[in-house]
Nanobody
Framework: QVQVVESGGGLVQPGGSLRLSCAASGFTFSTYAMSWHQQAPGKERELVALITHNTGRTNYADSVKGRFTISRDNAKNTVYLQMNSLKPEDTAVYYC????????????WGQGTQVTVSS
């Protein structure tokens, strides 16, 4: 049974930091690219950061470059998103996604974790 479970969201002041975690099970984690997406109220889900399955190469949305860092630990089947210098516009539900290296679309999603940046 596939499970993708995010954690680490919460309320933080502007300029603060959060670290999101995504624990995966039920599939061969090391063969999947992993990603974080954000969805703000009334907006579509957007890709924030992605890390490849093998080389660990990363890509980021322009809006988070230099502030967010995605990483993965294949031994723990977990992917992380370190979020620094948070802004109110980062407020959203953050979803973890998994995409097999041969797939064109994401195969699995987590349930999401709320991040709210407000003073």
């Amino acid at each position: 049974q596939v499970q993708v479970v995010e954690s680490g969201g919460g309320l933080v002041q502007p300029g603060g930091s959060l670290r999101l975690s995504c624990a995966a099970s039920g599939f061969t984690f090391s063969t999947y690219a992993m990603s974080w997406h954000q969805q703000a109220p009334g907006k579509e889900r957007e890709l924030v950061a992605l890390i490849t399955h093998n080389t660990g190469r990363t890509n980021y949305a322009d809006s988070v470059k230099g502030r967010f860092t995605i990483s993965r630990d294949n031994a723990k089947n977990t992917v992380y998103l370190q979020m620094n210098s948070l802004k109110p516009e980062d407020t959203a539900v953050y979803y973890c996604g998994a995409r097999h290296y041969s797939a064109l679309r994401w195969n699995f999603w987590g349930q999401g974790t709320q991040v709210t940046v407000s003073s």
